[in-house]
């Protein structure tokens, strides 16, 4: 046994090692197209396309944004949610040796601009109805054409239609401007074909976001290598073929749903079935007509698909597979998911994963044929991970509880303009290899199965996705009324966290609902809709640690606590 990988005995017929192609994601995507052709590639509401045809879209895609002036080295923010024409862009930035930067389409208009400067982007994709978000902070960017898709660009006629006469009515006309090219007419144009440009397998190929410790976000820049090593280790741990289908519920800004649910589809020639925005009804409702077997998500997601009277009466025998990362999984959550699927014809247990967006996403799983409580499993071929004491660079021996670190193909080039970051995180050790310190404490047993136990960054997770406390306190602290806060997250059965926020007024007469609304509307315009907080409590003064800093852990204890006595929290929950 490899005292250093004791997991690799649990592999089955899982390769310990992968060949990776040196090439580009859009060049390794075509040697999948070349491999399967006639395959499909994706599924949008009935709308297909097979390898061969997505393929023709990614090359007519490139040619028109090289016509428009994108070129190597140039960065294009795309804001959309998973639709073709995300990940169609996707990999023509690639095919053109751009940088792909990724962003939530719902970012609030300070968010973009933000987005934008620190990529240096000169150029975006989003959707007609986030034009005017766009448009108004063009003067303070670098935004020199902005290509605008509406979600019908994909729809059949029926589906066009029914969308055209809901929410395509409330959606703000676009005028005529010249910051703008649509989508469609865009991909109508006979441009000149556009060569691969000379970009290679280390190069840096997309950016992704995420939070510190100092609550601003930091762009995470990520290679081809990256990418294409992370999505064929997922392709091959989880043994995506041309016949599997996948549910891609969640979003193309977010690592686990670009590097799982796109990419290492992709690398393995699967079928990735795309869903825009979520709803429990809409997935149950593509489980029944389109039979995924491969379904990944957060813990609010199966959460949620438990509680639909749809899932609950849908055939689930087409489910092989099931993975829950992105936060812990309460056993509650895993048990009632798995009741559901059981009594519905699968067999499928859900299974914990655990990664990060600086190594794309996911890297570590239970293996199909082994499952332990509470372990998020065992890392993927070429990655390895371990335990060191926190601070240190120093192995610890199994059962001893520490840092996760990780090492690997997966893991990053680097934070954006933010060397000292860089430094803090990415670590040559004794062994002469870069590993990654996470931050997050865990353990690993005998047999070198990792056990994820807590952040320690001081972050919170609501529905899947981060929240930094810091960059909430922050804006709050422009309000005239507020004189001190504190950001939390309260455990919440159905968001796992909720965000609730802490206030000391100046005049603290003024505290009451009317208030609590208006700093709420405050946040809501500078931030995203799950980092607002949905409650405020004002108090007189908050708790400090003996150094003198806000004690944030005493408040979480006491919201715990009032949980526990209105009998909606146990230790098993978390």
Same mark, same amino acid.
């Given at each position: 046994?490899?005292?250093?990988?004791?997991?690799?005995?649990?592999?089955?017929?899982?390769?310990?090692?992968?060949?990776?192609?040196?090439?580009?994601?859009?060049?390794?995507?075509?040697?999948?197209?070349?491999?399967?052709?006639?395959?499909?590639?994706?599924?949008?509401?009935?709308?297909?396309?097979?390898? $061969?045809?997505?393929?023709?879209?990614?090359?007519?895609?490139?040619?028109?944004?090289?016509?428009?002036?994108?070129?190597?080295?140039?960065?294009?923010?795309?804001?959309?949610?998973?639709?073709?024409?995300?990940?169609?862009?996707?990999?023509?930035?690639?095919?053109?040796?751009?940088?792909?930067?990724?962003?939530?389409?719902?970012?609030?208009?300070?968010?973009?601009?933000?987005?934008?400067?620190?990529?240096?982007?000169?150029?975006?994709?989003?959707?007609?109805?986030?034009?005017?978000?766009?448009?108004?902070?063009?003067?303070?960017?670098?935004?020199?054409?902005?290509?605008?898709?509406?979600?019908?660009?994909?729809?059949?006629?029926?589906?066009?239609?029914?969308?055209?006469?809901?929410?395509?009515?409330?959606?703000?006309?676009?005028?005529? /401007?010249?910051?703008?090219?649509?989508?469609?007419?865009?991909?109508?144009?006979?441009?000149?074909?556009?060569?691969?440009?000379?970009?290679?397998?280390?190069?840096?190929?997309?950016?992704?976001?995420?939070?510190?410790?100092?609550?601003?976000?930091?762009?995470?820049?990520?290679?081809?290598?990256?990418?294409?090593?992370? !999505?064929?280790?997922?392709?091959?741990? !989880?043994?995506?073929?041309?016949?599997?289908?996948?549910?891609?519920?969640?979003?193309?800004?977010?690592?686990?749903?670009?590097?799982?649910?796109?990419?290492?589809?992709?690398?393995?020639?699967?079928?990735?079935?795309?869903?825009?925005?979520?709803?429990?009804?809409?997935?149950?409702?593509?489980?029944?007509?389109?039979?995924?077997?491969?379904?990944?998500?957060?813990?609010?997601?199966?959460?949620?698909?438990?509680?639909?009277?749809?899932?609950?009466?849908?055939?689930?025998?087409?489910?092989?597979?099931?993975?829950?990362?992105?936060?812990? +999984?309460?056993?509650?959550?895993?048990? $009632?998911?798995?009741?559901?699927?059981?009594?519905?014809?699968?067999?499928?247990?859900?299974?914990?994963?655990?990664?990060?967006?600086?190594?794309?996403?996911?890297?570590?799983?239970?293996?199909?044929?082994?499952?332990?409580? !509470?372990?998020?499993?065992?890392?993927?071929?070429?990655?390895?991970?371990?335990?060191?004491?926190?601070?240190?660079?120093?192995?610890?021996?199994?059962?001893?509880?520490?840092?996760?670190?990780?090492?690997?193909?997966?893991?990053?080039?680097?934070?954006?303009?933010?060397?000292?970051?860089?430094?803090?995180? +990415?670590?040559?050790?004794?062994?002469?290899?870069?590993?990654?310190?996470?931050?997050?404490?865990?353990?690993?047993?005998?047999?070198?199965?990792?056990?994820?136990?807590?952040?320690?960054?001081?972050?919170?997770?609501?529905?899947?996705?981060?929240?930094?406390?810091?960059?909430?306190?922050?804006?709050?602290?422009?309000?005239?009324?507020?004189?001190?806060?504190?950001?939390?997250?309260?455990?919440?059965?159905?968001?796992?966290?909720?965000?609730?926020?802490?206030?000391?007024?100046?005049?603290?007469?003024?505290?009451?609902?009317?208030?609590?609304?208006?700093?709420?509307?405050?946040?809501?315009? /500078?931030?995203?809709?799950?980092?607002?907080?949905?409650?405020?409590?004002?108090?007189?003064?908050?708790?400090?640690?003996?150094?003198?800093?806000?004690?944030?852990?005493?408040?979480?204890?006491?919201?715990?606590?009032?949980?526990?006595?209105?009998?909606?929290?146990?230790?098993?929950?978390?």
């Amino acid at each position: 046994m490899d005292e250093k990988r004791p997991w690799l005995r649990f592999y089955g017929d899982i390769p310990p090692s992968i060949d990776y192609p040196q090439v580009t994601m859009y060049e390794a995507l075509k040697q999948t197209v070349e491999k399967t052709p006639d395959a499909l590639a994706y599924d949008f509401f009935g709308t297909t396309a097979t390898y $061969r045809q997505f393929a023709a879209e990614i090359d007519r895609c490139a040619d028109a944004l090289a016509a428009l002036g994108l070129k190597q080295g140039d960065r294009m923010t795309i804001s959309m949610p998973t639709c073709p024409q995300a990940i169609v862009c996707f990999y023509a930035i690639n095919k053109l040796g751009g940088v792909a930067s990724m962003i939530h389409p719902l970012s609030t208009a300070s968010e973009i601009e933000f987005y934008l400067n620190l990529s240096q982007s000169r150029f975006a994709l989003t959707l007609d109805a986030f034009y005017g978000k766009f448009k108004e902070v063009e003067t303070r960017t670098g935004l020199e054409r902005l290509i605008l898709a509406r979600i019908p660009d994909y729809l059949g006629w029926v589906k066009r239609l029914g969308f055209n006469l809901t929410k395509g009515r409330k959606i703000p006309s676009v005028p005529d /401007d010249s910051l703008t090219i649509w989508w469609r007419e865009m991909m109508g144009r006979n441009d000149p074909s556009a060569p691969k440009a000379a970009t290679g397998f280390k190069d840096l190929a997309v950016i992704l976001y995420s939070g510190g410790t100092t609550g601003t976000p930091k762009g995470i820049m990520l290679s081809n290598e990256n990418f294409i090593c992370e !999505g064929m280790q997922v392709s091959v741990f !989880g043994n995506l073929a041309s016949e599997d289908a996948i549910l891609a519920i969640l979003p193309v800004f977010h690592g686990f749903g670009l590097g799982v649910c796109i990419n290492a589809a992709f690398m393995g020639g699967a079928k990735s079935i795309l869903v825009p925005q979520f709803t429990p009804e809409d997935v149950a409702k593509l489980i029944r007509s389109k039979r995924p077997n491969f379904i990944v998500g957060v813990p609010t997601l199966f959460e949620a698909l438990s509680r639909s009277e749809r899932f609950r009466n849908s055939d689930l025998s087409c489910i092989t597979a099931a993975f829950s990362g992105a936060d812990t +999984l309460p056993r509650v959550v895993k048990e $009632r998911f798995e009741a559901v699927v059981r009594k519905q014809g699968g067999h499928s247990q859900l299974r914990e994963g655990y990664g990060l967006t600086e190594a794309v996403t996911a890297i570590m799983a239970m293996p199909m044929s082994e499952y332990r409580e !509470g372990s998020v499993g065992i890392p993927f071929p070429d990655m390895d991970a371990k335990i060191v004491a926190r601070g240190t660079t120093e192995s610890l021996s199994p059962g001893e509880e520490g840092e996760i670190c990780i090492s690997g193909p997966a893991v990053m080039i680097g934070y954006l303009d933010n060397a000292e970051e860089t430094a803090k995180t +990415l670590k040559t050790h004794a062994d002469g290899r870069i590993w990654l310190h996470t931050g997050d404490v865990g353990t690993m047993d005998p047999d070198g199965f990792f056990y994820f136990k807590l952040r320690e960054k001081r972050m919170i997770k609501s529905s899947g996705m981060n929240v930094y406390p810091a960059q909430v306190e922050d804006l709050l602290y422009k309000h005239p009324a507020v004189l001190e806060a504190c950001v939390i997250g309260v455990p919440d059965e159905k968001q796992v966290e909720r965000v609730k926020a802490f206030v000391v007024l100046n005049d603290p007469e003024k505290a009451g609902t009317a208030l609590e609304k208006e700093l709420i509307d405050f946040c809501r315009k /500078d931030l995203i809709k799950w980092s607002c907080p949905r409650e405020i409590e004002f108090r007189s003064e908050l708790p400090l640690t003996l150094v003198g800093k806000v004690a944030f852990n005493e408040l979480v204890l006491e919201e715990i606590e009032k949980l526990k006595g209105e009998g909606k929290f146990s230790d098993g929950n978390k």
